[in-house]
């Protein structure tokens, strides 16, 4: 016969079950700040129309409500309330520029009281598709023409698009490509270079059919002008976008005699300095490479890219204001254009133009 015997170790007094905490809910929050639920509300919900009151009232419910870890919920509040306190992001955020802006957006809406949400959108679809539920407000992405924005006019929802496509009810955040190009071109030009060509490929543009950014054509046609005064010819290639970097860097860059490259974007710019070290380019030895936007990967490339730097943590600021100012008014406000100025960081990428 065999027996087993089960050794039940000694609970340590602190591993005792404690009782269960207490669910934080409003009624406990008004009863810790000794005042009504309808006021406690009020305050944690940032409303202030029709509604004062003394400020150490105000601090005793803020406090009661982080002691207890209470954070009202929006989805609830919106069932009942003229404001739901929540803003939507519409649209497919998808290159660093876009989210560095929508982050430091939501920073200062959160700041400010507001929840952000958001739906997924696949890269091609149509349209810039709100939410199921109710929002108060909303921040646009990559809306590449009237269209896209059919649903959020017809609301007549307060909204600003940052770096894209605007409408007549909503206001719009953007960088002065023309000005940032004309940067690029004449500090090449500075540089003895006549022979530039501009440069966009898809290849490696992680977007879906269709979903071409506004910039590309304005800085391919600013591209054009700028050439234009300084007496230069655009090079040709410029409007060829569907080809591999590789073969583009073979026929426009050494077949075509470029000694520069303005690329579209950081991204296009590294390719192509890719495809250009397959084939025995040195940069910028042989070509120099300017670029766009200033992502981190432009400080890290080798060599660390001449890039035009959008100010995107300036654009979502501003774009979050405009909305909080929008969501604030009583009187409607028109259509407003911020237009935020490009800047050259000149690095290694470019140099003097070779014999």
Not at 29 to 49: D, F, H, P, Q
Not at 54 to 65: G, I, Y
Not at 243 to 265: Q, S
């Amino acid at each position: 016969l065999t027996s087993s015997v089960t050794v039940v170790p000694e609970m340590h007094p602190s591993m005792a079950q404690s009782p269960q905490r207490e669910r934080p809910t409003l009624a406990r929050v008004a009863k810790m700040a000794g005042v009504a639920e309808s006021t406690a509300s009020r305050i944690l919900n940032g409303y202030t129309r029709g509604f004062r009151v003394r400020p150490e009232v105000r601090q005793r419910v803020l406090r009661a409500a982080e002691e207890l870890r209470y954070k009202p919920n929006p989805m609830v509040r919106s069932i009942s309330a003229k404001q739901t306190n929540l803003i939507a992001v519409v649209g497919w955020a998808s290159d660093g520029v876009n989210r560095t802006a929508v982050h430091e957006a939501v920073r200062v809406l959160m700041a400010a009281g507001k929840h952000v949400c958001t739906t997924f959108l696949q890269p091609n679809v149509d349209g810039h598709e709100l939410p199921s539920w109710r929002v108060d407000g909303a921040l646009v992405v990559r809306a590449r023409e009237a269209k896209d924005l059919d649903e959020i006019e017809g609301q007549q929802l307060p909204y600003v698009s940052i770096n894209c496509f605007t409408g007549a009810g909503g206001d719009s955040v953007t960088f002065d490509e023309a000005e940032g190009t004309a940067q690029a071109v004449d500090h090449l030009v500075s540089l003895g270079h006549t022979r530039i060509r501009y440069t966009f490929l898809r290849r490696e543009q992680h977007a879906g059919d269709g979903l071409t950014h506004a910039a590309v054509h304005w800085r391919r046609e600013a591209y054009r002008q700028r050439m234009a005064h300084h007496g230069l010819e655009p090079l040709m290639g410029h409007e060829h976008e569907d080809i591999d970097f590789t073969d583009f860097a073979r026929t426009y860059i050494t077949g075509g005699n470029a000694t520069a490259v303005v690329a579209y974007d950081d991204t296009t710019a590294l390719f192509l300095m890719q495809a250009m070290d397959e084939l025995k380019l040195s940069v910028p030895e042989h070509v120099s490479v300017v670029a766009f936007n200033d992502e981190l990967p432009a400080r890290m490339s080798t060599p660390p890219l001449t890039t035009v730097s959008v100010p995107a943590a300036e654009a979502g600021r501003t774009a979050a204001k405009l909305l909080l100012e929008r969501l604030a008014s009583e009187e409607p406000i028109g259509a407003r254009s911020i237009v935020l100025d490009d800047t050259l960081v000149v690095r290694r990428s470019s140099g003097p133009c070779p014999e």
